[in-house]
């Protein structure tokens, strides 16, 4: 998010958030992965259920921190 701040121009800013967004989807993959090697076969689908539930309010942070810059630019 640095580098998007800190942007020269749209073009680093974009790659920027593509190295967030690749970053961020890493951690969510091995997150879960975690959660299913853990639990129970009996509770993983609670377990991540629960897990997914708490994640969403986060997947579109990215797209919404973003979006001030953007119409500034324009």
Do not use: H, W
Request: proline share 4%; net charge negative; glycine share 16%.
């Amino acid at each position: 998010m640095i580098m998007i701040g800190f942007a020269p121009n749209i073009y680093i800013a974009i790659g920027g958030s593509a190295v967030a967004g690749v970053g961020g989807a890493l951690a969510e993959l091995s997150g879960f992965a975690g959660i299913a090697e853990i639990a129970t076969v009996k509770n993983r689908g609670l377990y991540l259920g629960t897990a997914l539930i708490f994640n969403l309010p986060f997947c579109a942070g990215q797209t919404y921190g973003t979006f001030p810059c953007e119409l500034t630019d324009l």
